[in-house]
């Protein structure tokens, strides 16, 4: 019998299970996300203490296991605007509700800080990632970005009201 998936809001003490997870992030979909799993690896355990510690992200944990995580925040180029970044559910928990949980945790943190939307970029290299996310509500705003690490990877721009 496994034990039930929980989500919690991660900090500093926790910068070795938020390495632990985005590396098989990065490793799993590198055309996902921002940073690669070679420069995330080069990270030194100073450094991702510094990240755990500035992040807003939460982590869905299945018993001691880490399940999932997503972060939060405000987006540089998009001023005012809250954002949902480095969303992941390890590949044995799709499907189960983990990625729900870990999208809740995150909208009811940007309710707390006044967000009225929350926006997220998800490339169509990774189909099943925007089915997900169109189904919990999510919408095309019709902008599309490029990954600045490759431009030729378009970023869809979704985004969900959060009223």
């Known amino acids: 019998m496994s034990s039930p998936v929980t989500v919690r809001r991660g900090g500093v003490a ?3 299970a938020l390495r632990a997870i985005r590396l ?16 995330a ?19 869905a944990e299945e018993g001691d296991a880490v399940v999932g995580m997503a972060s939060g925040g405000l987006h540089d180029n998009y001023p005012g605007t809250w954002w949902l970044f480095a969303m992941y559910v390890t590949a044995t928990r799709r499907g189960t509700g983990v990625a729900e949980l870990l999208v809740d ?17 998800v490339t169509n290299l990774v ?37």
């Open 105 to 121: 945790a995150v909208d009811e943190w940007a309710r707390s800080q006044g967000a009225s939307e929350l926006y997220l970029h």
């Open 41 to 59: 690896a080069g990270w030194d355990d100073a450094h991702w203490r510094d990240v755990a510690g500035r992040w807003v992200y939460f982590l």
């Open 24 to 39: 098989e992030a990065l490793a799993d979909a590198p055309e996902a996300y921002g940073a690669t799993y070679d420069q």
């Open 127 to 163: 189909p099943r990632a925007r089915a997900f996310y169109e189904k919990v509500g999510f919408r095309s705003n019709g902008e599309v970005a490029s990954l600045h690490r490759d431009t030729s990877v378009s970023l869809v721009t979704l985004v969900r009201r959060l009223d």
């Open 14 to 16: 926790d910068a070795s």
